[in-house]
């Protein structure tokens, strides 16, 4: 059974970096596609940033440019890479295995 944990949450000021992991156990990352969602307090869970087991990527319109996913199969693992932070990234970010698993999410706050 998939269990997804991620990290790498917190504080950080607008305009600034943060690095989300999403360590996979139980399950290969390389085999299914992965994902990075978020939800805002008040709002509905959207997709942030997808890549297929053949390593294909896609964003969100909101955070191309700014946020990079990238996946490590040896450590089994799946990254987001976020750069250029805004306010409006405030969010709990969540991990996904494509109808395997959710992670628990990790909170992010883009505060000065």
């Known amino acids: 059974q998939a269990h997804l944990v991620e990290s790498g949450g917190g504080l950080v000021q607008p305009g600034g970096s943060l690095r989300l992991s999403c360590a996979a156990s139980?399950?290969?990352?390389?085999?299914?596609?992965m994902g990075w969602y978020r939800q805002a307090p008040g709002k509905e869970r959207e997709m942030v940033a997808l890549?297929?087991?053949?390593?294909?990527?896609s964003y969100a319109e909101f955070v191309k440019g700014r946020f990079t996913i990238v996946r490590d199969n040896v450590k089994n693992t799946v990254y987001l890479e976020m750069n250029s932070l805004k306010p409006e990234d405030t969010a709990v970010y969540y991990c996904?295995?494509?109808?395997?698993?959710w992670g628990k999410g990790t909170l992010v706050t883009v505060s000065s």
């Open positions: 139980g399950s290969s990352v390389s085999v299914y596609a």
């Open positions: 996904n295995m494509k109808f395997i698993a």
């Open positions: 890549i297929t087991a053949g390593g294909e990527t």
